[in-house]
């Protein structure tokens, strides 16, 4: 096993290379880059994510460049910005050293490869803090968030997709299977308002506060009123976030179980007068839950980042979620490169993990006799 781990680990350095170096290649052809944002805010103008300004430090837009040169009225390093006519090259020049610009993409890409290795991810373009010290901020929304569902949603889905497998057919398979149905449909945001006017001050009662992870006066409360002040928040986040994922690893597990309950070595120990229990939880359980499992890391991670974007949104909820989305539209490449390399090493060793885990599931499973 060990053997298999060492492989994994080192494969995934060329799979972290590959996503870094393809995200860093689109960027360079993303409009409306750090130095137009300054740019446009000095001019007061807004830059639109459509337009096609310039990649930052890639192909540069010309809006108006050949009438300007001919007239010998523009320095070429002001002709590659909208809006940069009338401001001091000198000025643009430094902005462009400031965010690194200055120098070939390259040279930058690598760079930046260098100084994450060693978890150096420099400063927030237009924040006054390094980008670590701004995701270790926002970092107990997202866990509060991303853990909580993955516990709540696999501790309840898999007990009762269990239920219905053993079920299936009868009134209570059919009655939750129609909730389920319905809760994977409607989207969670769309479940997140409907709580709000219900349940935190809209139309109906004001149960749940509506904002935040914990209340104004948190640290003026002893331990015990701190974690209920801190469940209370999530309630409502929670609920709108579990519901979707509650719905699919259920109906996964209930599909897996029911496939291995009808193989023919379930009916073999059956006729042997082995108990429904046993061959259940002795025999089917570990079969059944290794596709169970497979799902868990993008779940997992899925929750932990990207999937609650909404969710803190419509709650007041200052994630890694909001984080990574504002980045992009700010175009604060500095931090959405650093949450992309966090998260892409977490989602490969949770997905080491995953494979782990199916060995102690299943002792039988031997990943280092085959071809990582």
């Known amino acids: ?65 050949n009438n300007l040169e001919k007239s010998g009225q523009a320095d070429p390093i002001n002709s590659r910005y909208r809006g940069a006519q009338g401001l001091d090259p000198e000025f643009i020049r430094q902005l462009e050293k400031d965010f690194g610009f200055d120098k070939p993409p390259v040279e930058r890409f690598f760079s930046m490869l260098w100084n994450y290795v060693r978890f150096d991810f420099g400063n927030s373009y237009f924040r006054d803090v390094s980008v670590i010290d701004l995701i270790i901020e926002k970092m107990p929304v997202s866990i509060s968030l991303g853990l909580w569902m993955t516990l709540i949603s696999y501790g309840i889905s898999i007990p009762l997709g269990i239920s219905k497998a053993v079920r299936d057919g009868s009134r209570f398979d059919v009655w939750t299977s129609s909730i389920i149905i319905v809760g994977y449909a409607v989207p969670g945001f769309l479940i997140a308002i409907l709580l709000i006017v219900l349940f935190a001050g809209g139309s109906f009662w004001d149960i749940f506060p509506l904002r935040g992870l914990t209340s104004e006066n948190f640290d003026q409360l002893n331990l015990f009123e701190k974690i209920l002040d801190y469940f209370w928040h999530l309630v409502l986040p929670l609920t709108a976030m579990a519901l979707a994922a509650f719905a699919t690893s259920t109906l996964l597990t209930k599909n897996s179980f029911l496939d291995e309950i009808r193989k023919q070595y379930v009916v073999t120990a059956k006729a042997k007068g082995v108990s429904n229990r046993q061959v259940l939880y002795g025999h089917v359980f570990r079969n059944a839950m290794l596709i169970v499992i497979a799902g868990f890391p993008g779940a997992f991670i899925g929750a932990f980042f990207s999937g609650s974007l909404l969710i803190e949104t419509i709650f007041s909820l200052d994630g890694l979620g909001l984080l990574s989305f504002e980045s992009v539209l700010n175009r604060d490449y500095a931090v959405v490169f650093a949450t992309l390399y966090i998260f892409s090493i977490m989602g490969l060793l949770v997905g080491l993990i995953s494979d782990l885990t199916y060995t102690w599931i299943d002792p039988r499973i031997d990943f280092e006799s085959r071809e990582v």
């Open 1 to 65: 096993m060990a053997a298999y781990i060492l492989k994994r680990l080192l494969l995934m350095i060329p799979t972290l290379f590959g996503i870094m170096a393809i995200t860093f290649v689109i960027i360079q052809f993303a409009p409306g880059g750090p130095v137009e944002q300054v740019i446009a805010k000095l001019s007061g103008n807004s830059i639109s994510a459509t337009e096609r300004i310039s990649g930052s430090g890639g192909d540069f837009g010309s809006v108006g460049e």
